[in-house]
């Protein structure tokens, strides 16, 4: 079965980095998209970066672009999410979601159980 597992979250202080590893099981990780969505306290799903089957295309929420770098490694199965210059508005719970992309729209199909980013001094 589909598996996304989530993992690098924890507390970091204004100005901090961290970077989520995203380890997929269960299907054939090279041929999907995938995403990075959060989820902040009392608010909705937000997607924030978004990457094609060869990694070589990107897009980012207008919010993070210039600090947020997502990358894959097809042949270890794996997603990250590097995050500098964190601030304490982009605590959330970050998930990592197989996706498909339908002209501009992306949708979501699985997602992990997410990894807590605290961004607090």
């Known amino acids: 079965q589909v598996q996304l597992v989530e993992s690098g979250g924890g507390l970091v202080q204004p100005g901090g980095s961290l970077r989520l590893p995203c380890a997929a099981s269960?299907?054939?990780?090279?041929?999907?998209?995938m995403s990075w969505v959060r989820r902040a306290p009392g608010k909705g799903p937000e997607g924030v970066a978004a990457?094609?089957?060869?990694?070589?295309?990107?897009s980012y929420a207008t919010s993070v672009k210039g600090r947020f770098t997502l990358s894959r490694d097809n042949a270890k199965n794996t997603l990250y999410l590097q995050m500098n210059s964190l601030k304490p508005e982009e605590t959330a719970l970050y998930y990592c979601?197989?996706?498909?992309?339908?002209?501009?729209?992306?949708?979501?199909?699985?997602w992990g159980k997410g990894t807590q980013v605290t961004v607090s001094s």
């Open positions: 979601a197989r996706t498909t992309k339908s002209g501009t729209a992306y949708e979501y199909d699985y």
């Open positions: 269960g299907f054939t990780f090279s041929s999907y998209h």
């Open positions: 990457i094609n089957t060869d990694g070589g295309t990107t």
